[in-house]
T-cell receptor, first 119, second 119 residues
Framework: EAQVTQNPRYLITVTGKKLTVTCSQN?????MSWYRQDPGLGLRQIYY???????DKGDVPEGYKVSRKEKRNFPLILESPSPNQTSLYFC??????????????????FGPGTRLTVL | AQKITQTQPGMFVQEKEAVTLDCTYD???????LFWYKQPSSGEMIFLIY??????QNATEGRYSLNFQKARKSANLVISASQLGDSAMYFC????????????????FGSGTKLNVKP
């Protein structure tokens, strides 16, 4: 079954304690991305990756790190979590388009979400 | 400026009636893709429908259709014959540009519209 998995699904932690949220996809997608969802703000992109060892910042990268050492995995790292990082986090993946002159029709496949609370 | 604007934080619709969820977007690119996602109370993100900027016809997927008005930069979602299971949060999203564009890899989401279907 094609899917994006995230772990953990729920996490309560304290300020300053480093944590990692894992993301894995089994669809051989080149593109992977992390989002946070906050009430009234929708989803905002944190980081994305075009392929192994290629990552770049989204709109809200402060306080987060990522790595892409394998195509299937894209972990999100919070080195020193703070309460303002309490949020619902989604990992997503998609193909990169094969036809350069057309917009990509490929939607993103989302993981189930990780609800993080930082006390 | 907001890339995606959804002006209806919440809406009610009677079961079996049609409903339109508004979405306007802001881009200077000629090539872009527009997406709608559904997020039920369980939290997962479900892809509904896609419209490419070069598509001349409005996209349709079952009971979902996208009213695409390019000159007005609007991409409204129309749900026909609403069902109780349609009660959810709905997000409009955009991916700009062609794959070589510097901003291609970013997805932008609106703040969402919470739809409640009344029996």
């Amino acid at each position: 079954e094609a899917q994006v998995t995230q772990n953990p699904r729920y996490l309560i932690t304290v300020t300053g304690k480093k944590l990692t949220v894992t993301c894995s996809q089994n669809m051989n997608h080149e593109y992977m991305s992390w989002y946070r969802q906050d009430p009234g703000l929708g989803l905002r992109q944190i980081y994305y990756s075009m392929n192994v060892e290629v990552t770049d910042k989204g709109d809200v990268p402060e306080g987060y790190k990522v790595s892409r050492k394998e195509k299937r995995n894209f972990p999100l790292i919070l080195e020193s979590p703070s309460p303002n990082q309490t949020s619902l986090y989604f990992c997503a993946s998609t193909y990169l388009p094969g036809l350069a002159y057309l917009p990509s029709t490929d939607t993103q496949y989302f993981g189930p979400g990780t609800r993080l609370t930082v006390l | 400026a907001q890339k995606i604007t959804q002006t209806q934080p919440g809406m009610f619709v009677q079961e079996k009636e049609a409903v339109t969820l508004d979405c306007t977007y802001d881009t200077s690119d000629q090539s872009y893709g527009l997406f709608w996602y559904k997020q039920p109370s369980s939290g997962e993100m479900i892809f509904l429908i896609y419209q490419g900027s070069y598509d001349e016809q409005n996209a349709t997927e079952g009971r979902y259709s996208l009213n695409f008005q390019k000159a007005r930069k609007s991409a409204n979602l129309v749900i026909s014959a609403s069902q109780l299971g349609d009660s959810a949060m709905y997000f409009c999203a955009m991916r700009e540009g062609l794959w070589w564009g510097y901003n291609f890899n970013k997805f932008y989401f609106g703040s969402g519209t919470k739809l409640n279907v009344k029996p």
